[in-house]
């Protein structure tokens, strides 16, 4: 039995060496001094020993089982020493940069949007703002279109369908109705802008179905179309850094009277007429939008005295404008949704 107690002993103290973590360490232990381990198992035959056999063999037993949980201690601070070792011996630079996350960027017509609210807000303007489903009553009627106006047509409007077969809700097709929108809710002076959404059946090389623009409102006592006037070369000057000319053409919409085209002198070629500038064709004059004086009967729609108040307004589309500003040859380009396009706007 002693035999077998040291050949025990000296399977360990060669298994122990071997023994590269904590984990094994304890399987080990468990193996040899565990409660079914194989020294402790000799225990169990110290019955069949004489008395002084016994002594002598116990004595031994305990000899064995110290020694070995002595050596099993020894190795386990070896372990934890050198992995304190291999923790410390590590080198990371901390000076390194760290990696950028990927950064989104703007949409060019994002940016044309704030640059003209930004450009207007110092001009003196609130910004307001409207839902895209609006009532038709609102995106027409209040704005003076009668019931047959050929824009009210489905081919110009989308319809929503509220499955109650009326047809009151529509998208909306002008940033006009938060004319309407701002009027009910206060009384002239009323000086606002309200850049948006807005969308038409419409889609070829020069038309989305969803293209955005912002709509210029000025009532109070006294205004005229000369305030127009002014107030849009005021704001060229402002957006462009220079002053620009801004022509009227008579128009017509329904909610103006006197209507008006709003042309801006070019700003690539200066208006030089005939000349070969691909933005303006050589035309000189860049068309903005429409505009004009509103409409009495807007007013009224609204509860505004006409006979007290007179107001302008005007509204033009902010692709082009965008458009004009990142020289963008193709308009669809803006909703393609390719990121290489997205990312030259990055910043
Ligand atoms: N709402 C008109 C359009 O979308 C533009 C406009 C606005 C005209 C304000 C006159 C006054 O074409």
Not at 144 to 168: C, K, L
Not at 298 to 311: A, I, M, R
Request: with cysteine; glycine share 8%; net charge negative.
């Amino acid at each position: 039995m002693l035999d077998q107690l040291n050949a025990e002993q000296e399977r360990f103290l060669a298994a122990l060496p071997e023994i590269a973590d904590e984990d094994a360490l304890y399987q080990l232990q468990v193996t040899y001094i565990g409660k079914k381990g194989s020294i402790t198992g000799l225990s169990k035959k110290l019955g069949k020993l004489t008395v002084d056999e016994r002594k002598a063999f116990g004595a031994e037993l305990n000899r064995v089982k110290k020694a070995v949980q002595a050596a099993l201690d020894g190795r386990r601070e070896e372990l934890r020493e050198a992995a304190r070792a291999r923790d410390l011996a590590r080198v990371e630079d901390l000076t390194m940069p760290a990696k950028r996350p990927p950064r989104g960027s703007l949409h060019p017509i994002r940016i044309a949007q704030r640059a003209l609210i930004d450009t207007f807000r110092r001009m003196g303007f609130d910004v307001a703002e409207g839902p895209h489903v609006e009532h038709a009553n609102f995106n027409f009627d209040a704005l003076n279109f009668q019931p047959d106006h050929p824009a009210r047509d489905m081919q110009d409007t989308f319809v929503v369908d509220d499955r109650r077969g009326s047809e009151d809700l529509v998208l909306r097709t002008h940033t006009s109705p938060v004319q309407i929108r701002t009027m009910l809710g206060r009384t002239p002076p009323v000086r606002i802008i309200a850049p948006g959404t807005v969308f038409r059946c419409d889609d070829d090389a020069t038309h989305s179905p969803m293209f955005h623009q912002i709509e210029g409102l000025y009532v109070d006592r006294g205004v005229t179309m000369a305030d127009l006037k002014a107030t849009m070369i005021q704001f060229t000057a402002a957006f462009f850094g220079r002053s620009l000319d801004i022509r009227l053409r008579p128009s017509y919409f329904p909610f103006v009277e006197p209507g008006a085209e709003l042309d801006m002198q070019c700003p690539f070629c200066e208006r030089a007429q005939g000349g070969t500038c691909s933005v303006c064709k050589g035309t000189g004059w860049i068309e903005l939008g429409g505009s004009g004086m509103v409409h009495p009967a807007v007013l009224e729609s609204v509860g505004v005295d006409p006979e007290v108040y007179t107001g302008w307004a005007f509204g033009f589309g902010i692709d082009r404008m965008a458009m004009l500003m990142y020289q963008i040859p193709d308009l669809r380009q803006m909703f393609d949704g390719d990121v290489r396009f997205l990312r030259s706007f990055s910043n």
